[in-house]
Each structure stands twice: as C-alpha cells, then as structure tokens.
C-alpha cells in the first residue's frame, strides 16, 4: 500500500496531467508530436526551457559562442528568436547564423535561408566552431557549483576536528569510504589505489549528482548526452595509458607463454580490446539514463496521443514507478561506470609474476 506522502503525489500528478490533457485534447491535440516533444526535453539546446505559463515559455538565456574565418560570433541564445520564414536567424558582423534543430549554421554570403540537398543537409552553410554554453554545458556548472559546496565543508570539517562528522558530511563521508573500501582497493589494489582515488571520487559524485539533477522537472540530460560520456570514458582510457605497466603492455601485444603465430592473432584483439573497455563505459550510462528519460516521456505521451484523460489513471503510476526507480538508477550508474573504471586501470596496473 502506498504511503501517504506517495499517495498525495500519485494524486497530484494525476490531477496535473488529467488538466493538460483536456486542455491539449481541445487545443492543441493535432499539433502534438510525441517524438518532437521527446526529442526536445532529452537533447541539448542553446537556451535552458523550464516550463510556459499560458503561451509564454520560462528560460534561461545563454550566451552563444561561435568561431568561423571571419572571426568570433557572439550573442545570447534569446536572440536566435528573430523567426525568419520558419527559421530562427541572428545577423552578426555581417555573418547570418541559423540555429536549425539545435546546431548553429552560418549561411553563405547572400544567402538569407537554409537551403538542403537530397540528404536533406544543409548546402549553403556552414558549421562553425561551437563553444557556446549550452543547456547541457551549464548543468555542467551547476554540478561541479554543488559539489564544490558539499565537499570543501567536509574537508574544513576534518581540519579543525577529529570528530564524527554530522548530517550532510557524515552521508559524504559514509559514500567516500564506499567507494574507497568496496571500489578502489578491490579493484586496484593495496598499494595502488590511492593514486586513482581523486579521480574515482570525482566520477562517482559528478554522475551521481548530475544524474539526480537530470530527474527535476525541466533539468538538462548531461549524461544522456553521448558527448559527455565519450568525454568521461576517454579520461579513464587516457588513465589506462599512462598508468599501465609493463607486464599489462607485454600481455596486449606479445603474450607471453603463447606461440608466435598466436601472438599475431590475439594481438590486434587485445588492441581492439583496450579501446572497446571505454566505449563500453560510455555507451551503458548514455543509453541507460537516455532510456528512462525516454520511457518517462512516452508514458505521459500516451494521454496526448490517445486524447483520453482515463489513460492518465494507468500511464502516471507508470511514469511515477519509472520516476522513483531512477533515483535508484542514478546511484547505480554512478556505481557502475566508478567500479568499471577502477577495474580497467586496475588491470592495467597490474604487475604479473612470469615462472
């Protein structure tokens, strides 16, 4: 049985989504697209969109940064609003920028509007440098402005006292000795594993964190963006690198104890291997947090998509179910990609004893 504080949020949000969908199945039911409303809530974006209040949308503008021959292009993403013909176009310095499906093109001298070929890629402009803060950019920060709130206060904590830290330090604490006592030395070992804490710690903070902002209502999807994962799993192949010791060079590409001709064939596996270990890592937390995103969305869409206000009665306790389970998903995740990436470079540390 549902406790009272879930019952009173089950029955919120049904009265939440009952309201909309009437509203939407009156108004606005023959312009709703489930898939360009999921699309736009999981992918980055040049403004951060909160929520509307009637037809008037709630965001955070940011500024947009981008290089091409002719030099720097700058302005706030609240300009890309100037609606040209179905296209948001900003004219700077003489350099007209179109944002089309969330990436900025600049359009060639005389040209006024994109125009596509047969692949339907834009012919007459081109992709810029682009720097700019993007909603996925500034979670970024928000994270690392959290995190740097939570973990100098312990650190002061244990500077001034040898006493048991209290409330929010005593949970940090708790979690830092996890990942000490169940990641790092298992994985890496005794006499290694203070080298990688910084770097576990930080990982498995930044995801975790990140990963409970993505669930608040109009948040970003940072690690449901496949470049920041790739960014992530490109640190622990670089640690890999560097760190690895002689024996874990030899075994990758000529083995010892095994004959030369299958020394050949298993090198170029072993190779492949090394790069495939991040690859792993990047693709299970984008496709893992991206999912339930996904899943969340398509719950709630179904009231839209069959304009039947008696859906929301099934469709919200799913998306509610699917909501409280990626609180557990987001410490999972977390988990996962600290405790694979310590057992990658702990394998890659490793000193073997040959007889």
Same mark, same amino acid.
């Given at each position: 049985?549902?406790?009272?504080?879930?019952?009173?949020?089950?029955?919120?949000?049904?009265?939440? #989504?009952?309201?909309?969908?009437?509203?939407?199945?009156?108004?606005?039911?023959?312009?709703?697209?489930?898939? @360009?409303?999921?699309?736009?809530?999981?992918? @980055?974006?040049?403004?951060?969109?909160? #929520?509307?209040?009637?037809?008037?949308?709630?965001?955070?503008?940011?500024?947009?940064?981008?290089?091409?021959?002719?030099?720097?292009?700058?302005?706030? &993403?609240?300009?890309?609003?100037? @609606?040209?013909?179905?296209?948001?176009?900003?004219?700077?310095? +003489?350099?007209?920028?179109?944002?089309?499906?969330?990436?900025?093109?600049?359009?060639?001298?005389?040209?006024?509007?994109?125009?596509?070929?047969?692949?339907?890629?834009?012919?007459?402009?081109?992709?810029?440098?682009?720097?700019?803060?993007?909603?996925?950019?500034?979670?970024? #920060?928000?994270?690392?402005?959290?995190?740097?709130?939570?973990?100098?206060? *312990?650190?002061?904590?244990?500077?001034?006292?040898?006493?048991?830290?209290?409330?929010?330090?005593?949970?940090?604490?708790?979690?830092?000795? =996890?990942?000490?006592?169940?990641?790092?030395?298992?994985?890496?070992?005794?006499?290694?594993?203070?080298?990688?804490?910084?770097?576990?710690?930080?990982? =498995?903070? #930044?995801?975790?964190?990140?990963?409970?902002?993505?669930? *608040?209502?109009? $948040?970003?999807?940072?690690?449901?963006?496949?470049?920041?994962?790739?960014?992530?799993?490109?640190?622990?192949?670089?640690?890999?690198?560097?760190?690895?010791?002689? @024996?874990?060079?030899?075994?990758?590409?000529?083995?010892?104890?095994?004959?030369?001709?299958?020394?050949?064939? *298993?090198?170029?596996?072993?190779?492949? /291997?090394?790069?495939?270990?991040?690859?792993?890592?990047?693709?299970?937390? =984008?496709?893992?947090?991206?999912?339930?995103?996904?899943?969340?969305?398509?719950?709630? /869409?179904?009231?839209?998509?069959?304009? &039947?206000? +008696?859906? $929301?009665?099934?469709?919200?306790?799913?998306?509610?179910?699917?909501?409280?389970?990626?609180?557990?998903?987001?410490?999972?995740?977390?988990?996962?990609?600290?405790?694979?990436?310590? *057992?990658?470079?702990?394998?890659?540390?490793?000193?073997?004893?040959?007889?």
């Amino acid at each position: 049985m549902l406790t009272r504080p879930f019952s009173s949020l089950f029955l919120l949000m049904a009265m939440f #989504f009952l309201s909309t969908s009437n509203t939407l199945a009156n108004d606005q039911l023959d312009e709703f697209n489930p898939t @360009d409303m999921i699309m736009h809530h999981i992918q @980055d974006s040049y403004d951060w969109h909160f #929520f509307d209040i009637g037809e008037t949308p709630v965001s955070l503008s940011l500024p947009v940064l981008l290089k091409t021959d002719k030099g720097w292009i700058t302005f706030m &993403s609240s300009e890309f609003h100037h @609606d040209t013909e179905g296209e948001y176009v900003v004219e700077k310095n +003489g350099q007209k920028v179109v944002n089309y499906h969330e990436k900025a093109y600049v359009l060639n001298e005389g040209e006024s509007t994109l125009k596509f070929d047969a692949n339907h890629y834009p012919e007459n402009a081109i992709r810029p440098i682009d720097l700019s803060i993007t909603k996925n950019v500034a979670a970024i #920060f928000l994270s690392v402005m959290v995190l740097l709130l939570m973990f100098p206060r *312990l650190a002061k904590h244990y500077k001034k006292s040898n006493k048991a830290p209290k409330g929010l330090n005593n949970a940090l604490e708790t979690l830092v000795l =996890f990942v000490r006592d169940e990641i790092a030395k298992p994985q890496i070992g005794e006499k290694k594993y203070m080298k990688f804490m910084p770097f576990l710690l930080t990982v =498995f903070f #930044f995801i975790w964190v990140t990963n409970l902002l993505g669930l *608040l209502p109009g $948040a970003a999807n940072v690690t449901g963006s496949i470049s920041v994962t790739v960014a992530l799993g490109l640190i622990t192949l670089i640690l890999m690198i560097f760190n690895g010791s002689k @024996d874990y060079w030899q075994h990758i590409f000529w083995m010892p104890g095994v004959p030369v001709p299958v020394r050949i064939i *298993l090198a170029p596996i072993e190779l492949v /291997g090394l790069f495939i270990k991040p690859i792993a890592l990047m693709i299970r937390l =984008f496709a893992n947090i991206t999912a339930g995103h996904i899943i969340i969305l398509s719950l709630i /869409g179904l009231i839209f998509i069959l304009s &039947s206000a +008696g859906v $929301a009665f099934i469709s919200v306790p799913f998306a509610l179910f699917i909501s409280v389970l990626e609180l557990l998903v987001a410490f999972l995740q977390a988990f996962i990609f600290t405790m694979l990436s310590a *057992l990658f470079i702990g394998m890659a540390v490793e000193e073997h004893e040959h007889h």
